[in-house]
Every structure is written in C-alpha cells, then in structure tokens.
C-alpha cells in the first residue's frame, strides 16, 4: 500500500531532505505529554498568583526578594561585611525598592565572566500628576499622566485599582493597595455614550481619546456644610485623612498607579493561555528569577539576573537600565570574592568581567495576530505555542535604536537550547517601516557585554488585559535556566 510518505511508507528523498534543510518548527503542546502538562499547569498557577501580587515594579521588586530570601538569598553586603564571597553563596541587592539584581557565585572567577538574564519589571499605567484633586460637575477627579505606550481609549471604562506609596508631611511612609479585594472600591476612567459620540467616532483612533482626559472618577458625596465651594473635593480629602494621614499637599513626590483591578485568569476552553495585566514584562522577569532559583548550587559561571525599572519610557534614571546596577554589583562580586582594592585595577577587572560576560534580554515579542494579518512578517514573527522567541535585532526605521546580536552570540544560544532540547523560534516585531521598539539589550551591550533579546510572544501587548501562551512561558523558563547553568 502507497501512504502519503511514498511506497512503503518510506519517505522519499525530497522529504528526507526538506527535514533537513527546512525550517519545520511544530506547536510545542504536541509534544508535551501528560507529566509536562502538568508540570505546564502549575508553573502557570504559581505564575498568575505572584502576578497578581505584584502589579507594580514596587510590588515585584518586594515578592522577588522574598521568594529569594526564602531561598537562601542574602543581601550582598551582609555576606562581604561577614566573610566575604564564595562559590555557591547566593547574594542580591536591591535598588530603591523599585529595580534589584541577584546571583549566584560560580566556581570560576567573575573576572571570566557571567551569565545575565536581564528583563525589565514595570509596565504600561496611569500615574497621578503632582497636583490630582479636583472637583468639576459635582464629580471629584484624580488628574493623570499615562506612563508608558498605551492606546488611551483601552483605559477607559474598566475598573482600576490604586497602588503605590505616598509620604504624609510627618515623614512616615503609606503604602496604598485598594481595588483588588473582593470589598475594595475600585475607580473608573468615564467614556462618551455612544448616542452622543457621532463627532468623536469620526476622529482618528489617536485623537478620539486623548491623554489629557484620561481622568480618575473619585467620588461623588459631598462634605455638608453650606459656607464649602469644593465639597465633594473636601470630603474625599477628609476620607483620605481619615484612612492614611494625608493632606492634598502630599501628592506632590508621591508615587501612585492606577494599573487594571482584575486578576490573571486563564484563556480558552482548553485553558492553554493566561490574560492579565503585566505580562510584559513581568513574565519574562518571572521566568528569569524561577530559573535562577533552580540553577546548579554551584554553576560554573556566576549566574545574574537583572530586573530593572523604567524600561517602557526609556530606562534612565538611577532605577532603570541605564543606571550603574549592573555596573556596581558585578565590581562588588569581583570585590568581595577576591578581596581585591578598589580603585584603578579593580575597575580594569570590571570592564574585562563585563567584556567576557553573556546576556539574554529577556523581553516579550510580539505574537502574530490574524486579525490585523496586515503589519505581520508571517515568514518572520512569532507565534503562539512555538516556544521562546529568539529576536536578532530590535529598534525602528532601519534598526535605528536597538539592538542587534552578534551571529557568533547567536549560535551559541542556539546551539545552547538545541542542545537540551528547549523549543525556540525567530521573532521580528513586525514588517518593516510599520513601527518597532527596543529593549534594555542596547545598554548591556553598550558595557561589552554579548546580548540577544529572547523571551515570550504576546497578544495585546500594552493593553490592560494581555494574552500569552502557558506553554511559552514554561518553555522560556527553562531556556532561561539552560543558560544560566551552561551558557
């Protein structure tokens, strides 16, 4: 009998050779079975919970160390002031509370060199401006600015809880969480009724709802007392003093966010996907510190990873990517398991440790979407299901600020995930001249350091609510940990 392969059920020459030339890569959960399902299925529960826990880079930043410190973890400067660093010894140091890295001592010498997962842990939201209360139409409002490249008009109409910290004027620290419990208010950005909206359909997308009018509704009661102009403005001011100490002048230098009140959840009939808020980057970053958890005791390169704050408007500030963090805590592993001097020749071992070191910008990519087919590369994207997306080179308009691997680095990922049998694909933004983006890999590589960029594809990225797959998470998890341990 003649079966699709040829007589015989042999595969003819074409086919044999297609396979080996070609590229074929399949949809991962066809190779997964039972066991790896649902090994899949509880590193997504773990995933979702420590999400909803930390919606904000504060957040994060706070859950990680834990997590780490549970783990053995103990701040750099502990260990050095008590006995110096060793091999094995699991250190961290934090940034402000808003960027941290972390490590893990390897036998050689971190003037050879060190492994670095780098991602970046803050995301798309609506800040509070310095000056936010005010009263208009019986309606208090928190005037905002948006943080971050968003579509304004995804913002509106959905409920959104508040996170961050404020400083009352005797100095003592509020941290606020209210939205996200079953009993908490939570807050709105109003839209136009569509009976009313016939001018404002006619905009462009970018015009309809524009940044200034993304305003928080508030409140609505006011403070009884005739001889008051503002009173829904005084009441709410009085229920803030009230609950948190605080006067209107504390808002200026605070720290406030609105982000979305719902909780991660899975997607589909087959609960293959999970939607939230923060995927990028939280997901990577979360795949990153799981892989670091799980690394060898004593690998033989130190292994980093680098969470960083400030990524989506630009990475600068002391929090951000283009800060001194990694600079430092490298010069402070040299330091501290050599013993040696600061000063001149210790800088010279920082650049040479920096030079030899090797980085994955973890950073999600973008997922192909059939339903807007038209600014996709198909040959080029990503795709859901496919494993860890592997992106060469980032930026816009002819490759113009970001990043692009060298092709030895390249082959060495590659080769490095081949080899322990770790699912990869390529992954391009999209066509060319249709946009693009950057990551934190341009900085990594501006110190020496080899960088490609390699993490999860997303559906909606910077929406309220976006969408990855359970399998790419797991995959990328576990190219993370491959390199962190061999690389």
């Known amino acids: 009998m003649t079966t699709e392969n040829g007589q015989n059920g042999k595969k003819s020459e074409g086919q044999l050779l297609a396979e080996k030339l070609c590229i074929n890569k399949k949809n991962c959960w066809e190779e997964a079975g039972p066991e790896e399902a649902e090994r899949i299925r509880l590193f997504a529960e773990d995933y ?9 880079e504060r957040e994060f930043t706070a859950e990680t160390t834990a997590l780490l410190r549970t783990a053995g973890f103990r ?35 971190v003037s050879e060199g060190v492994n670095i997962v780098g991602a970046h842990v803050d995301s798309p939201r609506i800040d509070l401006k310095t000056n ?17 490249g968003i579509k304004h008009y995804q913002w509106t109409a959905i409920p959104l809880a508040l996170h961050g910290v404020i400083f009352g004027s005797d100095g003592k620290r509020i941290t606020v969480r209210l939205g996200e419990e ?34 928080i509704l508030a409140g609505s009661r006011p403070f009884i007392d ?30 406030l966010e609105f982000v979305p009140a719902h909780r991660a959840r899975d997607i589909g009939f087959d609960r293959s996907m999970i939607g939230a808020y923060g995927h990028d980057d939280r997901s990577c970053a979360y795949a990153a510190l799981r892989a670091a958890l799980e690394t060898a005791p004593i690998p033989e390169k130190t292994s980093v990873c680098l969470f960083t704050d400030k990524e989506e408007i630009g990475s600068m500030g002391n929090t951000g990517a283009q800060s001194r963090l990694l600079e430092d805590f490298v010069a402070g592993l040299i330091v501290g398991s050599s013993g040696a001097d600061s000063g001149k020749s210790s800088d010279i071992s920082l650049r040479r440790a920096l030079n030899r070191s090797s980085m994955l910008s973890a950073d999600v990519n973008s997922a192909y979407d059939p339903n807007f087919d038209s600014v996709y590369d198909k040959k080029n994207a990503s795709y859901f299901g496919k494993g860890m997306v592997l992106c060469k080179y980032t930026g816009s308009g002819g490759k113009y600020g970001g990043s692009d691997a060298n092709a030895e680095f ?23 001249d249709k946009g693009g983006g950057g990551t934190i890999a341009r900085y990594a590589a501006a110190l020496g350091v080899e960088v490609l960029d390699c993490g999860i594809p997303v559906l909606s990225m910077h ?25």
């Open 48 to 56: 979702k919970a420590f999400l909803d826990r930390g919606k904000t």
């Open 463 to 487: 929406s309220p609510f976006e969408v990855i797959s359970k399998i790419d998470l797991y995959t990328t998890y576990r190219g993370y940990m491959a390199f962190l341990r061999e690389a």
């Open 132 to 148: 936010p209360l005010y009263e208009d139409g019986d309606l208090a409002f928190f005037d905002t600015q948006y943080y971050g």
């Open 182 to 215: 079953s009993g908490d208010p939570v807050f709105t950005i109003t839209d136009l009724l569509p009976h009313l909206a016939r001018e404002q359909m006619q905009k462009k997308a970018s015009e309809f709802f524009v940044g200034e009018d993304l305003n």
């Open 410 to 432: 390249y082959l060495t990922v590659r080769s490095l995930l081949d080899r322990n049998k770790v699912a990869w694909q390529y992954g391009d933004l999209g066509k060319v």
């Open 226 to 255: 005739e001889k008051v102009k503002e009173k829904v403005k005084l009441n709410l001011l009085k229920l803030l003093n009230e609950q948190y100490g605080i006067t209107e002048g504390d808002f200026a230098g605070a720290e």
């Open 75 to 109: 701040d750099i400067e502990e260990i050095v002031a008590r006995k110096g660093l060793e091999p094995g010894d699991k250190v961290y140091h934090i940034n402000r509370d808003k960027s941290l890295v972390f490590a893990v001592l390897g036998s050689r010498p």
